[in-house]
Structure formats: C-alpha cells, structure tokens
C-alpha cells in the first residue's frame, strides 16, 4: 500500500496547529507564526492545516480565543483562592499571566483585537475577560482605569523598561494591593 493510499488520521489537528502556533509565539511573537510553520511542527502539510484556519489570521485569533478563556479562568482561581479582595486579585493574575506568556498576551490586546468583530467567539471572550476585570469595580471609568495601570504595568515589566526593578513577584505585590 502506498502512503498516498493510506488514511488520513492526525488526531486533534486543530489542537496541535494551536500548540504550534502558541509555541511559535513564545519564541518570536506573532511575526513568527504562519500556518506553514505551525503545519510543519504539527507533523502535516501546509494543506491540511488550512482544512482548520482559513489564514493566519484565523489562526491567530483561535490561539487568542484560547488565551482569553485561560485569562479568565486564572482570574478566577485568583479570585477562589481568597487570599486578596477580588479586585486585588485580579490585578495580580493579570501581571501573572501577562509574564508567563508574554507572547500569548501580546497578541490577545494587540492590533487583532482592533478585527475581533471578524472573530465572534475572540469578541465574546474579550468582552467577557473585561466584564471579569470590571467585576466589583464601582463603575466603568474605575475599571477602565485599573485595567489601564495593570496593563501598562504589564507591558512595562515584559518590556523590562522600569529602572531597578525587583524581582517581578515582589514588584506585584507591592504595587497591586
């Protein structure tokens, strides 16, 4: 039997082209994604990822789909755990989250974001991660405002750009109370 005769049977591609793709963010952002790539790192042709994303975009926005629902699950086990207010706590996953996965984070709030009306499920889970951080917030404007500082706060310690900084947890916990 020839392997052009054999079946076609992968697994679960699609989960395998987003570890790829998720991997391929960690080691140089989203410049370093293509479907190609991530088919490669699959083990299948090029061909056989675009039977599950349209375009690197599509993939993209499934890998920031998947990491908004892991945004807001950290956020709830921050808030489970009890051991701050839940405002508090949810500032902390955010840094959190933001330095374990710098490449996942920046493409969730990055220039995607702007086209998640093209991605509905990545809108909803946007929506959703908002309608988390403004949980317990007085109003809109008192959310917006504490997103806005632990987001800039954020992208300040992944850009290592705060003169003598402490370690990152240490720094967490001193200006997220």
Do not use: C
């Not at 086209?115 to 109003?139: T, V």
Request: proline share 4%; charged share 25%.
């Amino acid at each position: 039997m020839s392997t052009s005769e054999k079946p076609y049977h992968h697994g679960d591609l699609r989960a395998a082209l987003l570890d790829a793709a998720d991997a391929l963010l960690d080691e140089g952002g989203d410049g370093a994604v293509s479907l190609r790539e991530a088919a490669r790192r699959a083990g299948v042709s090029a061909t056989a990822a675009y039977r599950h994303f349209a375009d690197k975009e599509a993939l993209l926005a499934a890998v920031a789909l998947r990491g908004f629902e892991a945004f807001g699950a950290a956020m709830q086990e921050a808030v489970a755990a009890g051991d701050a207010s839940p405002y508090v706590a949810r500032g902390r996953a955010y840094l959190r989250f933001a330095l374990a996965r710098p490449g996942r984070f920046r493409l969730m709030f990055g220039p995607l974001l702007a086209r998640a009306g093209d991605h509905p499920a990545l809108l909803a889970a946007s929506k959703a991660a908002f309608g988390a951080l403004q949980a317990n917030a007085a109003d809109r404007d008192s959310a917006i405002r504490s997103w806005g500082m632990v987001h800039g706060l954020a992208h300040l310690m992944l850009d290592r750009a705060i003169p003598g900084a402490e370690e990152p947890e240490a720094l967490i916990n001193r200006l997220i109370r």
